[in-house]
């Protein structure tokens, strides 16, 4: 089931790569249903961005924003820093992080989707980003040394993994002591079960993949990071919620 997934994943992401390529659209209502999936009705993709955001950038990586937040704006970047986005899409995030950390800074974008990977290759050159670099790997094996990164971000992509202890642990192995996270994404209900979740949307909607907050609290916290917050942002479905998660690593 879980190569299964992650498949079904792969498949949906790439299918949108080859319509923004095509300029035919991602395949879906990106502003109005989210992680292109068809179950969220509220706002997501590239309307989370500030226009001056947006305006800054190809437009190619703004119409492949499929996200549920804009990590970027809560990760508090610096000059200098190297960041790495998961499940980095058409490059929005990455992008936008290049702009903060400037040319003595580095962002690393890492995607499991070939399609995805051109689309934002192509993205970096038209925005002539000389301090990025896209990675192909999953999640749950980061390709890059230990102590590496200073801040992770991602934007609703987590919950579309079927190891999140794994992504957990990889988060913590590639930052550097005193490192953060600042992510956004999907989560439930405390009260809701798996089953609830599934009733609610698809795997690949990110919605049935998603964990609860108390789960997202416990699987980094396992993880050796502390100073864990999940603060909602806006309904996706019934009880669940698009959210900001912040943590670090000890110093």
Same mark, same amino acid.
């Given at each position: ?17 080859? $319509?923004?390529? /095509?300029?035919? @659209? ?7 249903? $989210?992680c292109? =999936?068809? /179950? ?16 800054? %950038? ?6 492949a924003?499929l ?12 000059e ?7 499940? #980095? ?11 903060? *950390?400037?040319? +003595?800074?580095?962002?690393?974008? %890492? ?24 990675? !192909? ?17 991602? +934007? ?13 642990? /990889?988060?913590?192995? *590639? %930052? ?5 996270? @600042?992510?956004?994404?999907?989560v ?5 079960? #798996? ?24 699987? %980094?916290s396992?993880? @050796? ?9 806006? =309904? ?12 670090? !690593?000890?110093?």
């Amino acid at each position: 089931m879980t190569t299964e997934l992650r498949d079904q994943v792969r498949e949906r992401y790439a299918e949108a790569a080859r $319509g923004i390529a /095509e300029g035919s @659209g991602c395949g879906c209502d990106c502003e109005s249903i $989210g992680c292109c =999936g068809e /179950e969220a009705t509220t706002l997501f993709g590239k309307g989370l961005y500030e226009p001056r955001q947006r305006g800054a %950038l190809p437009e190619g990586a703004v119409s492949a924003s499929l996200g549920c937040g804009n990590p970027t704006a809560v990760a508090d970047l610096h000059e200098g820093e190297t960041v790495l986005d998961l499940g #980095s899409g058409g490059g929005i995030d990455v992008l936008l992080s290049a702009r903060r *950390v400037g040319p +003595n800074g580095t962002v690393y974008g %890492l995607d499991m989707t070939d399609e995805m990977l051109a689309l934002a290759r192509q993205n970096a050159r038209t925005a002539r980003a000389t301090n990025v670099h896209f990675l !192909k790997g999953l999640i749950e094996a980061i390709p890059l040394p230990a102590e590496s990164v200073d801040v992770v971000i991602s +934007n609703c992509v987590v919950n579309l993994s079927t190891d999140k202890a794994a992504v957990y642990g /990889e988060i913590a192995r *590639v %930052l550097r002591p005193g490192g953060r996270v @600042g992510i956004t994404d999907i989560v439930a209900d405390d009260g809701l079960s #798996s089953a609830d979740r599934a009733e609610r949307g698809t795997y690949v909607g990110c919605i049935a993949g998603a964990l609860s907050e108390a789960e997202y609290r416990e699987g %980094l916290s396992a993880a @050796g990071l502390v100073d864990v917050e999940v603060t909602r942002t806006h =309904g996706v479905a019934d009880g669940m919620h698009s959210a900001i998660v912040r943590a670090r !690593k000890p110093a």
